[in-house]
């Protein structure tokens, strides 16, 4: 699972595969959510990573509180939720 989206850097470079490297999970102290807690790399492209996997452009992390029922799948809700965000507005689920 991974996220398409057409992006480029301030330094020129393009982008277009994004994908979750770690996710972490936090209970909220004194409430009924959890942190869904994150990295995500992006690279050139989806073959690029495959060939490079270590070689990531750029690097973003990401905080979402969820309730105890989304955490089924956390990935699948993580990559939901980053579609609502305004850097991955329009992506689609690679």
Known sequence: MALKKLM???NG???SYH???QLRIRKIEDNDEYALEGDIASYVSEDYRREYIYNS???D???FNVKAEDLAN??????KLL????KFEGAEDA
């Open 8 to 10: 480029t850097r301030s």
């Open 19 to 21: 994908k979750i490297e």
């Open 13 to 15: 470079i393009s982008v």
């Open 74 to 79: 956390p990935f699948e809700t993580a990559y």
């Open 57 to 59: 452009v750029e690097h």
């Open 83 to 86: 579609k609502t965000t305004e």
């Open 61 to 63: 992390m990401f905080v």
